[in-house]
């Protein structure tokens, strides 16, 4: 069963503009972990985000924040003020603690173009 | 910032020969993992190893597949016999300890390309 869902294949944005890449999650282990990866044209995951299952506040990272709905089981990312360095590809990914190897199950991904 | 190491960046093959991918964890993280991202695509689970043994592997883990940790340091991935559709970028990630509170930390990657 898919167990993160993100549900736009590609977005544009204008450069310093604001932009949210959405993603669903299913699980029904309660203490889980949300992250968020970038995934440039050279290929290497980069880790840009973390959200707990238990966190009472949204993360945030310099211009990247995690809109966390625990209800609705969503965990967007927003990028603040569009870089043309932030094109690439995103990544949403969970980590279930009930989970034997604790390993990283991921979303298909969205490209995300910055326009100038 | 320690670093999780790929090498090679880049192997070409030919079908049907065996290939290994190497990795050298970070060396206080006790959890090693392989994923394979086909060009243009999601990032796939094959196997998560443990106290020198596999804990978990996904249905594209086949007989064709293995890891070992041979002499304390690599963490090594096995083709025995490639097939073109094993062509895709390799990825070894590894964790410290159990708990999903920290991002696996990911090597660079080895672009595996089987002709």
């Known amino acids: 069963a898919q167990k993160i869902t993100q549900t736009q294949p590609g977005m544009f944005v204008q450069e310093k503009e604001a932009v949210t890449l959405d993603c669903t999650y299913d699980t029904s282990d309660p203490s889980y972990g949300l992250f968020w990866y970038k995934q440039p044209s050279s290929g290497e995951m980069i880790f840009l985000i973390y959200?707990?299952?238990?966190?009472?506040q949204n993360a945030t990272e310099g211009r990247y924040s995690l809109n966390f709905q625990k209800a609705r089981k969503s965990a967007n990312l927003v990028i603040s003020a569009s870089q043309l360095g932030d094109s690439a590809m995103y990544f949403c990914?969970?980590?279930?603690?009930?989970?034997?190897?604790?390993?990283?199950?991921f979303g298909a991904g969205t490209r995300l173009t910055v326009k100038p | 910032e320690p670093e999780v190491t790929q090498t090679p960046s880049h192997q070409v093959t030919q079908m049907g020969q065996e290939v290994i991918l190497r990795c050298v964890p970070i060396s206080n993280h006790l959890y090693f993992y392989w994923y394979r991202q086909i060009l243009g695509q999601k990032v796939e689970f094959l196997v998560s190893?443990?106290?020198?043994?596999?804990?978990?592997k996904s249905e594209i883990f086949d007989d064709q597949f293995s890891v070992e940790r041979p002499d304390g340091s690599n963490f090594t991935l096995k083709i025995r016999s490639t097939k073109l559709e094993d062509s895709a970028m390799y990825f070894c990630?590894?964790?410290?300890?159990?708990?999903?509170?920290?991002?696996?930390?990911f090597g660079n990657g080895t672009r595996l390309t089987v002709t």
């Open positions: 990630a590894t964790h410290p300890r159990r708990g999903s509170n920290s991002p696996l930390h």
């Open positions: 990914a969970m980590r279930e603690d009930s989970h034997n190897n604790n390993d990283m199950r």
């Open positions: 190893f443990y106290n020198n043994e596999i804990s978990e």
């Open positions: 959200q707990g299952s238990y966190d009472q």
